[in-house]
Every structure is written in C-alpha cells, then in structure tokens.
C-alpha cells in the first residue's frame, strides 16, 4: 500500500475524523482504558492515533502520552482536541508504524485503535510494538475484523474466505488506503508469533449507519450506489457477519471490533 495514498486520504478528511462518533466516542476507547487499568507513571505511545480519541482517553490516567500518526493534518487534529480539552501531557509525533522512531524498552503501554487494517505489513508493525514496550509493558490493541471461523461460525472455510475478500474490497473501495483487516484468530497468532502474550480478548459490534460511514472518507453518489448494493446482495456468510438492515429509511450495518490485550514477557 503507498503511504502517500494514506496520507492524501486522511489528510483530505482530518476534521471529520476528531468528530466521527465512531472513534470521538466508540465503545472500545473505555473499554481499553477499563482493561488495561493505566498506572499514574506509565509513558505511553498511541501509533496511528487519527484525531487522538484514544491517547486523550488514557492521558488522565499516566504520565505522559505520544500520539503518533504517519498524516500530519491528524496530528494537528490531535493537537487541537488535546488543546480544547486542557490537557497538557500529550505531544505529537510523527511516525510510521512499521517503522517507530523510539528507543527499545521506551514505553509502559502502546496502543492503537482502529488503524493497522491501513498498515501494509502488520507483521512488522507488531514487531515495532514488542521493540519499543518495556519488559512487563502493555500492547492494547482495538481494530475492525474480516469474518472467520471465531467470529462468524456456521460456514465452510471457502465462504469465509470468499466473505473476508469482499468485506475487505467494500472497505477499499470505500477508502483506497485501507489495506486489510484480519480476523481474530489471525491476531492473536501474530502477537503472539511477535513475542507478546494474550491476555484478553473480546469482540465489540458496531452499529454502523452506511452514509456517514461512506462519506467520511468522501465515496461519490455512484459510490455509494455501488456499495450500498453489495452490502444488500452479499453472499449468505458476508451478511451473518455485516447484518445489513434498514431502519427508518437509512441503511445500518454492523461492523465488527477485536480488542486485545497482550503483555511483553519480563525476560
Ligand atoms: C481511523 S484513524 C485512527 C483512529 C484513532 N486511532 C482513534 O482511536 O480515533 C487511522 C489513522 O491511521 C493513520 N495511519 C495509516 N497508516 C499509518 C502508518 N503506516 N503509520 C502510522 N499511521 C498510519 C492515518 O493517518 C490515520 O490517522
């Protein structure tokens, strides 16, 4: 995936993200903080933190937080919202996540929301993430899933394979710098591959309604024709996982949220 597509993306749609509900008041920004119980001393890193939602959530509750984001016009965002609500112990940086520019054993916890399905190489990216956490640090992670066997069961493994690549083509022709989402049980393989330990993980359903949802990221009226029929005549395993209806005349879908907490091994 160019970054540079990533960049042009965000950057054109920066604003809409520090209001989106979705990320300003998602239910996995709580939920994080909640299962990760923050300490008054921890430094923090959020990689890919958009308009900054969750480094403000844990700011309150450690030290100091750095909000990295590969899109400046995010971190400007970020920095704004940061401002506004008076809170003084972020600073942005500017950072790709496959490649963070930090110290080993620098931070207590790392998160990141919503973001690696943009990432091109995931594997990497959590290699960076046990690089820079301390002995005993914290990895919170929280993004949107393709359908598996863990989370949308009943199916054979080709339906499941043929309804991942067409969730995930919706998503890119929705946003061209998204990259892949993966399912549940491949996360918690890769962490682990990666060096860390699980130890928690869950599954949060998004109520998601589809125009905000298309035109965040900008979709044209043919666009939005185009996705919203697929969404309608999807195939039988793409429905059970997406669950596409409509209520009071708007189209609704579900998306669907894997948070996992791992821990980086003391020696
Ligand atoms: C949906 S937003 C993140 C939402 C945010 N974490 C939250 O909790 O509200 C996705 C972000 O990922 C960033 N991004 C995409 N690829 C990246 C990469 N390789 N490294 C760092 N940031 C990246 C984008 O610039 C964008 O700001």
Redesign the pocket.
Known sequence: MN?SL??EQ?GAHAAA?ATSTV?AKGASLARLVELVRPEKHWHVLD?????G??ALAFAPHVADVIA????EK?LEQAAKLAAAKGITNIETAQ????ALPFAEARFDLVTC???PH??PDIPTFVSEVERVLKPGGTFALADNIEPDAESTPGFVPIQLRDAALLYNSVEKIRDP?HSRCLGMTEWSELIEDAGLRVLHKERTPKEMEFEPWATRMGCNAATLERLRSILLEASRALQAFLKPRTSNDALWFTLDEAIIIARKPVA
């Open positions: 970054k990533v960049q965000f993200y990320h990689v890919a933190t958009g308009a939602h969750t990295s984001d590969l899109t995010m950072a790709d996540a496959e929301r919503i973001a943009h990432f710098s």
